[in-house]
């Protein structure tokens, strides 16, 4: 009965504990108000019997659930029922940019570190429902994998169609991959522009200066995310091609151009982070995900429908009903 009701004034339940005084009074003046007659004998008297005076009773018991009616009525019982409405205020676009050399296949993350990234980088995604993100990929060479788009199934499913293949220019292009993720977001009319740039190695190929790229950056207020990615000292990466073309896997020194990284972080506003396991990588997209927050304005409309007409009628109608018996059937014995 009261599935869904809330009631405005609770506290006035506490008048329900008058309901039991009453009940203690009632008893105690019925007993006053019955009269004893004394004698010695019921013969010559004729007995008959009547459920009259037994019931009258049952003219209190309907006094007693009107005045608990009552109660719950002047309690204010009403449904609420709330429509929300989301607004964005502040929309963020990002772009990833992605390193997909062959020594993002070294196998210091596992299973490496291509996966791992597509792994944590999935979930990023999953967690900005409200934000326009695109893809980069670049290794000796870059090209939009996906332009910004609102549509993250179409993101997450080019995020894991992205593998290493020798169709692009071997070598780590870092600025062409910036000025690429650029190039995406210079003509973006968001709030906040952001590129996440991951990369496992230093510059060594590519026609842009990544020094130039962020220039680029900085003229068109895009902040720079840049992520360095591999274990400190050696780790087991592919070092050639066997005949059957699978890779052949060797330890190589790891190198990541942590100075170039720090330079493009910090002339774009944005910060380095170094991930050297999984566990580091996932922190790293989880804190970049805090310092990005998109500015979200929620409006909620309350509609209010007041329920306690329903205890006033019935409470009304029970104590016209107990008007009725006392001036009628119960008339002689009242």
Do not use: C
Request: glycine letters at 6%.
């Amino acid at each position: 009965m009261f599935e869904g009701i809330e009631f405005l004034n609770k506290e006035l339940f506490w008048l329900l504990l008058l309901l039991p005084l009453a009940i203690v009074w009632y008893i105690f003046k019925n007993k006053q108000q019955t009269a004893e007659l004394k004698i010695s004998s019921l013969k010559g008297f004729k007995v008959t019997s009547s459920w009259l005076p037994k019931f009258k009773h049952f003219l209190f018991a309907l006094r007693l659930i009107a005045l608990a009616l009552i109660i719950t009525a002047i309690a204010r019982p009403r449904t609420v029922d709330v429509s929300t409405k989301t607004k964005t205020t502040r929309g963020i676009d990002i772009v990833m940019a992605i390193d997909v050399s062959a020594s993002m296949l070294a196998k210091d993350l596992k299973p490496n570190r291509l996966e791992a990234l597509k792994n944590v980088a999935s979930e990023f995604i999953k967690g900005r429902p409200n934000d326009r993100i695109g893809l980069v990929e670049y290794a000796g060479e870059s090209y939009t994998k996906t332009p910004i788009t609102s549509d993250k199934s179409i993101v997450l499913r080019s995020l894991q169609e992205i593998r290493y293949n020798n169709i692009i220019e071997g070598g780590t292009a870092i600025g062409m991959g910036l000025a690429t993720a650029v190039n995406r977001l210079k003509d973006s009319k968001a709030k906040s522009k952001v590129i996440i740039l991951l990369t496992d190695g230093v510059n060594n190929s590519g026609s842009i200066n990544p020094k130039i790229a962020s220039e680029l950056a900085v003229e068109f207020g895009i902040k720079t995310y840049t992520i360095g990615l591999g274990t400190n000292g050696m780790a087991l990466s592919p070092i050639a091609i066997k005949q059957n073309g699978q890779f052949q896997y060797g330890r190589v020194k790891v190198e990541i151009d942590e100075t170039l990284l720090k330079e493009i972080a910090q002339v774009t506003g944005g910060k380095y982070f170094r991930a050297t396991n999984n566990k580091k990588l996932a922190e790293i997209y989880d804190e970049i995900n805090k310092l990005e927050k998109t500015e979200i304005e929620e409006f909620k409309f309350y509609n209010y429908e007041e329920k306690f007409r329903m205890f006033v009628w019935i409470a009304g109608i029970l104590l016209l009903f107990e008007l009725l018996l006392r001036i009628t059937i119960f008339r002689s014995f009242i």
